[in-house]
């Protein structure tokens, strides 16, 4: 997990196309070489200009108007409408209420999936025992598998757990949040996450010198003090990295969302902005469609655009290991 | 760490407790295992054990319940007729040459587009800071978002279409995102929009950890930039393309919320994939065997290219 070469723009390596050849030829070659990148660049920010201006301009402007115009008369109507009053299915007060579902199932599922995949990376560079590689390669394997192919049984526990609750609920009023949809999905979040958490705090602790732990266990200290003073401290960048990583999936998770919680109060916000899109009645209302979508991708691209090296960090951890 | 310093050393500890190990000791000692245990077991229950559930439930007659009547391979037959009725084309059919539409321009594309930003990139570019943050944020958003996005941008009475008609170009059409035949390709722009800049990410860091010195040796014997890079530059990228193509390879079987959002489903299920078939055969045809009998495959053609990968990483790790 060392620093992104491509961190620093300077770097002596950068390869230049055209060293010795004419001046002329040169400019050209630099001309051609801005061009393409603004081109793309355009074409990148596209979808997200046009989703931009079409929330703040009004149904007639939209149905008359040009996608790539500004609006001729700004205004912050679909927004309003989006957050507070749109039909999501049949309710119609907003996605706000999605959007705190989401939040209060985020939150615990990153906190809890990656102390838990601190501790598990801890353990496996630093507590090593037999069949460690084993233990590990099974964890990451199950960041890749096809999550259809755990999706049934998983649906299939969670009624159980349900049905367990309102048994509970009966005898003793309180169901101990067994069968809340937002407790189930952080728990499906925890689980399936657990193999990237560990997979980031293993490759980091992994180049952790592990002199610093054997000192410190010869002095006395205990597998989590060790883990508490020495690791820990040690360990803010990745977990910059993973929580952000976690925030982004979870966060923008629709699968488990629509199977485990696709209907009703407690859809998650990616469930809800699908239905307000996909909602047949009457006119559809495009830039209420474009607000809500700009408000459920705002929380994610606020953390890109504030850790986005973290962001890209994350990233490249999960697809390059080491 | 001068805390850790002044604790108790752990000789005396031992000593304290005699020749035979205490229970406590005992605990000590097994901590580390104790701590992995809940994740470890989750996984292998959450992960391994469900994945089994699921190619057990693909053997019986499921169908809107789980069903524990052994059915044998009759799901799997009936995939299998399906992978060869073409016309009219079976979901089943539909399904997977979508994927290999989609997973062969998809992959590409991204690779392409990303190399190609990535050596533009490399030019010593003013204003690197500024254009690659913009090629890289729609990785951040969720497919969902950039499937309402694209939907937008590409319905015709709304999008490119209507615009390039208000601009006086009436002959110009673009209606792949209603055309059965041409859907699955607009989930390929929307899928190379969003990924294709992770992909210039891979690529820009692993040309900036390429050796100058060798660059500067082959430059010295007289090679050409085109030269220098086909012949040198790319070949040395080679690990690069590969954690790419495992990537990109495993995300697209894996693609399933994108074609929800951008299409749903496309005309007469015209644009789904295999995730898409199995979500839809599983929870609303009341099919389950063959859903699940669908979620394997889908699960051994990701094996077939993560497997041997993770293998060769770990085994090189451990040398």
Redesign the interface.
């Known amino acids: 997990m060392t620093a992104l070469p491509f961190d620093s723009p300077e770097t002596p390596h950068a390869h230049d196309m055209g060293q010795d050849t004419g001046r002329g030829w040169r400019i050209t070659n630099r001309i051609v070489i801005y061009g393409l990148l603004v081109l793309f660049a355009v074409l990148y920010l596209m979808p997200l200009f046009v989703m931009l201006v079409t929330s703040f301009k009004t149904m007639d402007e939209i149905q008359g108007g040009n996608m790539l115009a500004l609006p001729q008369s700004p205004t912050l109507e679909p927004w309003a409408k989006a957050w507070g009053e749109t039909c999501v299915g049949l309710t119609c007060a907003g996605i706000k209420g999605y959007f705190w579902n989401s939040l209060k199932m985020v939150v615990p599922a990153v906190l809890i999936s990656t102390l838990l995949g601190a501790l598990n990376g801890y353990v496996l560079t630093k507590w090593r025992f037999r069949g460690h590689n084993l233990v590990f390669g099974l964890m990451l394997f199950a960041c890749f598998i096809p999550f259809q192919s755990v999706l049934l049984p998983m649906a299939t526990i969670l009624g159980s757990i349900g049905r367990f609750g309102v048994t509970l609920q009966n005898a003793f009023g309180t169901s101990l949040g067994l069968g809340n949809p937002t407790v189930n999905l952080v728990f499906v979040h925890v689980v399936y996450g657990l193999g990237f958490t560990t997979l980031f705090f293993r490759n980091y602790y992994e180049a952790f010198p592990s002199e610093l732990v054997k000192a410190a266990q010869i002095d006395g200290a205990s597998f989590f003090q060790i883990f508490r003073r020495i690791m820990l401290p040690n360990s803010l960048p990745i977990f910059v990295v993973t929580v952000i990583y976690q925030f982004t999936n979870i966060w923008n998770d629709f699968l488990f969302a629509s199977a485990y919680a696709g209907t009703g109060e407690s859809m998650p916000m990616t469930v809800a902005l699908n239905n307000v899109v996909n909602t047949s009645t009457g006119v559809v209302e495009y830039n209420v469609n474009m607000a809500a979508a700009m408000i459920a991708a705002l929380p994610t691209l606020l953390v890109y655009v504030v850790a986005g090296r973290y962001f890209v960090r994350g990233l490249m951890a999960g697809a390059v290991k080491g | 760490?001068s805390?850790?310093?002044t604790?108790?050393?752990?000789l005396t500890?031992e000593r304290d407790e005699g020749i035979r190990p205490t229970v406590r000791s005992r605990l000590?000692e097994a901590?580390?295992?104790i701590?992995?245990a809940?994740?470890?077991a989750?996984?292998?229950v959450?992960?391994?054990?469900?994945?089994l559930?699921?190619a057990y439930?693909s053997f019986t007659t499921s169908k809107a319940f789980?069903s524990t009547n052994w059915d044998g391979l009759r799901s799997y037959e009936k995939l299998w007729r399906w992978t060869f009725e073409s016309s009219p084309p079976s979901s089943w059919y539909t399904s997977i040459t979508n994927m290999g539409i989609f997973g062969f321009l998809y992959v590409f594309f991204c690779l392409a587009?990303g190399l190609?930003?990535a050596i533009?990139?490399?030019?010593?570019?003013r204003g690197?800071?500024v254009?690659?943050?913009?090629?890289?944020?729609?990785?951040?958003?969720?497919?969902?978002?950039?499937g309402?996005?694209?939907?937008?941008?590409l319905d015709p009475g709304?999008?490119?279409e209507?615009?390039l008609h208000?601009?006086g170009w009436t002959s110009f059409h673009f209606d792949w995102i209603k055309n059965k035949d041409f859907v699955i390709y607009t989930v390929v722009i929307a899928g190379v929009?969003q990924a294709s800049?992770?992909v210039m990410?891979?690529f820009?860091?692993g040309?900036?950890?390429?050796?100058?010195e060798i660059?500067k040796a082959a430059?010295i014997d007289g090679a050409s930039?085109l030269q220098?890079?086909r012949r040198i530059?790319i070949p040395l990228l080679r690990p690069?393309f590969l954690?790419?193509f495992?990537?990109l390879a495993?995300m697209a079987?894996?693609s399933?919320?994108l074609v929800?959002?951008l299409t749903?489903g496309g005309p007469g299920g015209s644009a789904w994939l295999p995730?898409n078939f199995?979500?839809e055969y599983?929870?609303k045809r009341n099919q389950?065997a063959v859903?699940?009998a669908?979620?394997?495959i889908?699960?051994m053609g990701?094996s077939a290219i993560?497997?041997p990968y993770?293998y060769s990483?770990?085994r090189e790790?451990?040398r």
């Open positions: 760490m805390s850790v310093a604790t108790r050393p752990v500890a000590q901590l580390p295992k701590v992995l809940p994740s470890f989750a996984i292998v959450f992960v391994y054990g469900f994945i559930w699921t439930l789980p587009i190609g930003l533009l990139l490399d030019q010593k570019i690197e800071g254009l690659r943050p913009i090629y890289l944020y729609p990785m951040a958003l969720s497919f969902i978002v950039t309402v996005a694209w939907k937008w941008f709304l999008g490119l209507q615009t208000n601009l929009w800049g992770f990410a891979m820009l860091a040309l900036r950890g390429i050796d100058g660059m430059q930039p220098l890079y530059i690069v954690s790419a495992i990537v495993h079987i894996k399933y919320d929800v959002a749903s995730s199995m979500y599983t929870f389950m859903g699940s669908s979620a394997i889908m699960l990701i993560i497997v993770l990483e770990l790790k451990s």
